[in-house]
């Protein structure tokens, strides 16, 4: 909803009457998406060794920064997907983000669950995030990582170019 909110509360065409560029405007939205989902990254991250450390059970690092990379990158692919969608709508509508990482997320599920869903696990940013799997391999699938960064970056492009032409209503 970065962008559509700005629209839906008028707020955009105050925006745009100013000597801004739309490339600015996008870019300073994106930069607030993506510290959001750095800090909420980091605070889950510092609170989980806070928690281990509490009671007193030795900490395995690298497991514990692998998932903690995956989450981010899950966080990452979800919030480019959701900033794209934002730009192709004129209301703000928090439903459609939600719904589409619940979406995902299910699907992920029925990969794990039926072999021969298997392949589906291509189409979820969840499936590189797999604790048991990130834990017992002691490493990421850089190949689902890569499909997802390489989702994120097409959803990016397609932002950009919906609303550096997108009529402001």
């Not at 703000?92 to 029925?110: R, S």
Request: with cysteine.
């Amino acid at each position: 909803t970065a962008l559509s909110r700005e629209e839906n509360g008028h707020t955009a065409e105050f925006l745009l009457s100013q000597p801004v560029s739309r490339f600015s405007i996008v870019s300073s939205k994106l930069a607030s998406v993506l510290l959001q989902v750095m800090l909420i990254n980091l605070i889950s991250g510092v609170s989980a060794v806070l928690t281990m450390l509490c009671i007193g059970e030795p900490i395995d690092w690298k497991p514990l920064l692998l998932l903690n990379l995956s989450y981010l990158l899950v966080h990452l692919e979800l919030a480019c997907i959701t900033f794209c969608i934002s730009a192709f709508c004129s209301r703000n509508n928090p439903g459609i983000g939600l719904g589409l990482a619940v979406a995902l997320y299910f699907i992920n599920i029925v990969a794990n669950i039926s072999a021969e869903a298997k392949n589906i696990k291509y189409l979820t940013p969840f499936a590189y995030c797999e604790g048991a799997d990130i834990v017992t391999k002691e490493a990421l699938d850089g190949t689902l990582i890569a499909i997802g960064m390489g989702i994120a970056a097409v959803c990016l492009a397609l932002a950009y170019a919906k609303y550096l032409r997108k009529d402001i209503r």
